[in-house]
């Protein structure tokens, strides 16, 4: 079956860096997304990677090894406001997405 | 701004009614919309695939009687929740992308249904 493994929660201080891991056992691989969503509220956007190696988007990166089935979301700087979950999802051959359930960050000050 | 926008927020119907949410893409033609489903703590769930001019394609489990979907332009989208009961109370949200990989999400719709 597909699977996605994320941490179901994580905690970090204000200010320091957080890195949220994801796994994936898929049908085939057309790319690894990440979203950030708030209590209430739709997901956001945060990165979409299909290459391996590291996207750098301001304070977030995204990693990604195909080989390895893995992916890491990395904060840098965190502020209170990043508090959220973030959601992993990987497009399988057939461009369905599968989704993680998702971690849920808190920050601490 | 806003790629996608989402119609109602919030709405609380009672039990047995219909509940019209409406879907536009703002900034492109969307040949396809998603529309997902979120109960309280829970990972988001692909209730349908939206394609313009099309049939809806729906997840196993989604009863299309019940949760119909309508994409007639290229820009919108709706779902009609009919006949709703209190189990229906959910985050309905749609998302649009390119081909088959949904980018941007609209705000979402609360349903409370009494």
């Known amino acids: 079956g597909q699977n996605i493994d994320q941490p179901t929660e994580m905690t970090a201080t204000e200010g320091a860096i957080v890195q949220i891991n994801c796994t994936y056992q898929t049908s085939g691989f057309n790319g690894l997304f990440w979203y950030q969503q708030h209590a209430g509220e739709a997901p956001t956007f945060l990165s979409y990677n299909v290459l391996d190696g590291l996207e750098e988007k301001g304070r977030f990166s995204s990693f990604l090894s195909r080989s390895k089935g893995y992916s890491y979301l990395l904060l840098k700087e965190l502020q209170m406001k990043d508090s959220a979950s973030y959601l992993c999802?990987?497009?399988?051959?057939?461009?369905?997405?599968?989704w993680g359930a998702g971690t849920k960050l808190i920050i601490k000050p | 701004g806003a790629v996608v926008s989402q119609h109602p927020s919030w709405v609380i119907c009672k039990s047995g009614t219909s509940v019209k949410i409406e879907c536009r893409s703002l900034?492109?033609?969307?040949?396809?919309m998603f529309w997902y489903r979120q109960f309280p703590k829970q990972s988001l769930m692909l209730m349908a695939t939206s394609n313009e001019g099309s049939k809806a394609t729906y997840e196993q489990g989604v009863e299309k009687d019940k949760f119909l979907i309508n994409h007639a332009s290229l820009t919108l989208s709706t779902l009609t929740v009919t006949s709703a009961h209190p189990e229906d109370s959910s985050f309905y949200i749609c998302?649009?992308?390119?081909?088959?990989?949904?980018?941007?999400f609209g705000n979402g719709t609360r349903l409370t249904v009494t």
């Open positions: 999802a990987v497009l399988d051959s057939n461009y369905q997405l599968i």
């Open positions: 900034d492109f033609q969307a040949t396809t």
């Open positions: 998302s649009v992308g390119t081909e088959n990989s949904p980018l941007h």
